[in-house]
């Protein structure tokens, strides 16, 4: 019997869910939760235990499970031989951590490294994540900012809408954007990569065109701009920050740090009361002053730099990575096995690390 770990994780979310933990239990596996694994989304060990998981402590998820799922890359999780760590590991930051895995003769898959395509959407974290994240970008916008979102008419006379200004029109950007419409805000739309600008201009944003980037795309992901073209980007932003009260950035190319869009000039111009959610401070920012998890005061702007947006909605965050979990390890296992069919281009992609040997060409160049 397969027997699939759920660590405590230490932003709030939770990997697996009460609701999957009963399907997972009824299809056969044990499932082992780390005590209050799931107490920040609101789902108590007694919820586990009545959907038939067993609550247990870190060690015993180690010593005892075959799989192990996590939100984030543990960093003091010990992987032993034969055991398979399924987590988001961003692992060309932490190659350290994989490489351990490596050593230890564990298997990691990276929810990160799973294919964009089409059949993998229902496994797709960064997904899932992401469309949270940019709705909640434009939620923490609206509370930050002095002055309502819509446009109103009253008797008191006229309230004009926001100016919202999205950059990176990716999962998280588009819901961003679709959000703050909702909100009634006036929105610009801006990225890279010309399949994004249809997009942008169908949840009705207007697009901000800028000639000279490059557009190609690697698997659906953007490629890393000339400094020539990024110094245009600014200085295009730092007019358009003049005439915007929100910005929200999401500009990220895997892999690297995040390109600077705003700059200080771009802070200094926005008019008093301006805020950026900066959804790329994980990767560095896409702003000159951002610091990772802190709020900077910068020009007429406050800056929000904060890593794990989908986490202050953990009770949705948790869900819906819990449904593509299951789903992957619907993938993995066939009949009571886990299997790794590297003919099959999901499997073969996300799993980075097969029992000790390193299977990702960026962790291969990194072997000790
Ligand atoms: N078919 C599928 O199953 C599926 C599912 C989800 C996403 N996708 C695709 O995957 C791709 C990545 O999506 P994501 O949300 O993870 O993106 P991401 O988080 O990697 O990047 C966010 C956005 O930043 C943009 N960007 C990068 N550099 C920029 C710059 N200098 N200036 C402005 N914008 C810049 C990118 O083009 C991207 O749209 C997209 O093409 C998306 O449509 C496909």
Redesign the pocket.
């Known amino acids: 019997m397969i027997k699939i770990g759920v660590l405590k994780d230490n932003d709030g979310r939770v990997a697996l869910v009460p609701q999957d933990v009963y399907a997972l239990v009824k299809k056969g596996f044990k499932v082992l939760i780390e005590t209050e694994a799931g107490k920040n989304a609101l789902f108590a060990d007694s919820d586990y235990e009545a959907a038939g998981a067993q609550i247990v402590n870190r060690q015993e998820i180690r010593e005892n499970a075959d799989i192990v799922v996590s939100i984030n890359f543990p960093e003091d999780f010990g992987v032993r031989e034969g055991q398979t760590l399924i987590c988001l590991t961003y692992f060309l930051w932490h190659k350290d951590r994989a490489l351990k895995i490596a050593n230890a003769k564990g298997t990691l898959i990276a929810l990160d490294a799973i ?7 229902s496994m ?1 974290v ?2 899932s994540q ?1 469309t949270i994240a940019g709705y909640e970008a434009v939620v923490l916008g609206a509370e930050l900012l002095p002055i309502l979102m819509p446009m109103l008419s009253t008797a008191a006379g006229m309230v004009k809408p926001v100016e919202v200004l999205v ?8 819901q961003a954007i679709a959000t703050a419409k909702r909100l009634g805000a006036r929105i610009t739309g ?4 010309e ?2 600008q249809e ?1 942008i201009r169908s949840l009705g944003a207007q697009v901000l065109h800028l000639e000279g ?1 490059r557009t190609e ?1 690697q ?7 000339t400094e020539d ?2 110094r245009r ?1 600014q200085q295009t932003f730092e007019k358009q920050a003049s005439k915007t009260n929100l910005i929200i950035t ?5 892999g690297k740090k ?2 600077i ?1 705003i700059t200080r000039k771009a802070l200094e111009n926005m008019p008093p009361g301006g805020v950026v959610i900066d ?2 401070a994980q990767f560095g920012g896409n702003t000159e002053v951002t610091k990772a998890d802190e709020i900077v005061e910068y020009g007429n702007a406050r800056v929000v730099g904060y890593t794990s947006l989908p986490a202050r909605k953990p009770r949705t965050a948790s869900t819906l990575f819990s449904k593509n979990i299951f789903n992957l390890l619907d993938l993995l296992i066939e009949e009571n096995q886990l299997k790794f069919d590297f003919s099959d281009q999901i499997i073969s992609d996300c799993t980075i690390v097969y029992n000790g040997e390193l299977r990702h060409p960026a962790l291969k160049s990194d072997k000790q």
Do not use: H, K
């Open positions: 294919p964009r395509i089409t059949r993998a959407q797709d960064l997904s992401a950059i990176g029109a990716g999962v998280a950007g588009l801006y990225d890279v990569r399949s994004a997009e980037a795309e698997g659906g992901y953007a490629v890393e701009q073209f990024l980007q999401s500009a990220v190319v895997p995040a390109p869009l959804l790329a």
